[in-house]
Each structure stands twice: as structure tokens, then as C-alpha cells.
């Protein structure tokens, strides 16, 4: 195939300061290892707080000229990247396949999401910008008018790293801030300097978006101080509940305000009127998309009983067969999971739900660095894998004896990103979605979609705040409340 074998041109990563390429001002570097092939693809800045600060400055300095910024030239921005991004496409679905290990399917996916990401964004110059508001006060005009608030900070993970870093600055940056990101260790380039290079290049001005790099291990110190800065107006973070609880707390106490996205233990629910081979391929592809790396999959399958032997004896099957290996092969559905640690996490909460009582319908030893799809049944409610969120491609399936029981079992849980519901009956399925603790639900899809300007989020211990471009921006714009009236 076209990709499959493509070799790596290696490049280091720095930090991206005012529009320009900075090393860390330690002097340090560290390795980014792909986790499929193993090869260092090239040295990154491990960046610390000093260097933090130097960014949140460059983009203090460019907020005023790019906040200034006519809607026209801001769109041309973001259409020249939009269009830099698809005439770059193969060269970055290798950069995602090499350094996330993310498939050719999925890579596809997070290019067209980027692309239409910018060209919606060229449109939010363009949206109403606040109100007339009516007044008691004889003579007096009053308005509630929208401004961007300043230097946003953005947290972004690895594991859609291209969608991800886009998400949590493309739509601040429309709204007229600057921005200063924070890519995670395992994918410094598709998640970071990537987006810098194609913002450049579109001729966003120096200083409106900026990159600081890190060693693995060493987030805290960044996140530390883009909390403690006084030109930081917002923490944008995506990422694990538990780090999203830590710089919550942190943030509190320097007044920041957040968005944060965090994890999701997602149920998908089978009712027993569903078509099974429909119910089987949105399973598939719910669970097991990016390895089951991606905050929306399925993690948790309720199957009405009267369908459960069926639904199992198929889903099991389908999954056993599906191609494990090269992320560079489009053929391949699960590619390797993103380090040792992940592979090893797995194993050891898959061996407690086995020793615990539950029953593997497929998959369950690993491939090294690839995990296979694993299909578990009979897993215990105490089990690590019941309890929380496993990234990862291992899902549990539970037979229940009626809606209502997959309804409650699914509100169980304290996250609520997304869920979907399968069944013949459309209605009952939108009936039953309303009841559902989901930010997100999909009646006859699988859970993992995502549209830029869709209301996306979580309620619960998934998080707070709306991306989708006209909800951001309740969250990266401040109202200001405006009164005239002749002296
Ligand atoms: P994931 O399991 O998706 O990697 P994490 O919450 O560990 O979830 O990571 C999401 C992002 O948060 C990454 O960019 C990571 O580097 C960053 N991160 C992890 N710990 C901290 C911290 N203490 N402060 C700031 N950022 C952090």
C-alpha cells in the first residue's frame, strides 16, 4: 500500500515562541519514541516554566493586534490553513501513524475534522457579537457586547492528538485570543508544532499561537505556571479526570476560570428489537477505533437478554478477526497502543477482572506493542475496569433484563461523556437518551462522532464547558454590559 513501510525523515521539535522556532532555554532535549516502530523520530525541547512564561508573554504582546483583526483577514487565515492542512494529508497521516500510532482510518478522520474545524471557524468572525438591551432608564442605550478575554491556555492528550490541539485552540483563536498550547509528551509534533507550522504558513501573525514542549513527566511544571501567570485568562484542558481534578483545584485558587474535557466510561446499549449485525458493527467500530484510545468509546455494551447470546457469540467473532499490526497498513483496524505502560495497564486489569470471575469472549494477551480487541463478560462491579475509565481496546459486554436496567446501570457510573442507544424503535431510543447522564448520545450510532460545531462535553466527573464553535463562545468570550446616553 501507499503507506504501509513509508519511511520517517527525522526532525527535532522546539518550542514555538512569537513566531519563531526557540529551543528550551536549558538547553535540554529528550527522544520521542514512535511506539510502533520504536525509532526515534526525533529530539524534543523539554521545556520548563521559564519557557512558559516566554510564551504567555509573546501572546499577551499579540493579543491587542490580533483581537483587532478584521473578520475578513481573520477568515483568509483560517481558510489558507484549512487548505495547507488536505494538501499535507499523507505526510501527516504517517506523522499520526508513527508517533501515536494512530491508523490510516482514524489519521483520515482527524485531518477531514481539522480541515472543516478551520473553515468553520473562517465563519465565527462573522457571528452576531452581542445585544440591545432594553433599559428603564429614560434616555439611556444598553448593550451586552462579547470580547475575547486574552491569553488562553490550552492542555491538550495524545491520543487524537491532530483534532485535539485544534479543538482547544483553533476556536479561541477565532473568537480573537491568542493562545499558548501545551501538547502532550507522546505527540509533540502532530499535536503541537504541526498546528504551528500550518498556522504560520496561513499567516496567522507571530505571537498569536504558541508551543512549549516538555519531557515526559514535567507537565506539572508547565501547567503550574500558566496557572500562576496573571495574563492567563482560561485553562482549556482535555486530558484524565484525575489530572483535570488537580489543575481544577490549582486553578481555583488562582481564580482561573477552565474548560475541561476529561474521561468518559461510555455504555452503548443494545435493545433486543435492534438489528444484530447492525448492533455488532457499531460495537466494533465503537470500541475499538484508535485501539480504543478515543474519550467517547465504547467501554461499557448493555444487551437487552432476549438478543445477549446472539449479540455475544457475533460481536466476539467480528472482533477476533480484526487486523492487528502496522498503523501504516490501511487494512489494519488495531494498531498499538501509545507506550509500554498503557500495554502493561491493560494486562494487569484485564488478569483482575479474569481472577475476579469474568470470562474473555475475545482477544485478552497482548502483542507487543499492539493490545488485540478484547471482549469481557461477567466482569464484577469492583473490578478496575467497571470503576473507571481503561483507555485502551478492551470493552465489557453485560446482558440486563430491560431498558430501564441498561438506563440505570449506565447512570451508575460518576462520568457521563457519551453513550448510544441501538434499537428498531427510534422513538423509545430519543425517549431513552433524554434519561441518560451523557454530555453526548447517538441513537442508532455508535458513541465515538464529533462535529466542529456541535455542542460536545460532558456532565458528571467528565467535565465542564461546551466546545462546538458557537458554544465556545460562552466559554472563551466575556460579555460586557455597555451603557450610552447624551451628557
Ligand atoms: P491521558 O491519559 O490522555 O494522557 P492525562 O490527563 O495524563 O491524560 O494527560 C492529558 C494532558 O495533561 C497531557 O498534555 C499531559 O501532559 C497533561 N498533564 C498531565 N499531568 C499534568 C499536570 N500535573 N499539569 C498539567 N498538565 C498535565
Redesign the pocket.
Known sequence: SEHAGAAWQKRDVTHFIAGAWVEAESGRWYPNHSPWSGEVLGNVAAGDGEDTRRAIDAAQAAFPGWAAVTPAQRQRVFLRAADIIERRRDEILLALALETGCGIHFGRVQVDFAAALLRQAAAQGYQPAGQLMPSDVPGTRAMAVRRPVGVVAA?????SSLVLAGRASIGPLSLGNTVVL?????SPYTGGALWAEILQEAGLPDGAFNVVT?APGE??A???AMLAHRHVRRLN????T???R??AEKAGSHLKRTVLQLSGQNPLIVLADADLDYAVDAATYGAFIHQGQVCMCARRIYVERPLADRFMAAFAAKVAQLPTGDPRDPATVVGPVINEWALALLQRRVDEAVSMGARVLAGGTPAPPCYPATVLTDVPDDAELALGET?GPVVLVEAVDSAEEAVARANESDLGLAASIITGNTYLGLELAQRLDAGSVHVNDQPVNDEPHMPFGGVKDSGWGRFGLGFAAEEFSDLQWITSREQ
Open positions: 492542555i491538550a492528550p495524545w491520543n501545551k501538547p502532550s509528551e507522546e516538555h507537565a506539572g508547565i501547567g503550574d484542558f482535555t486530558g484524565s484525575p489530572t483535570g488537580r489543575l483507555f
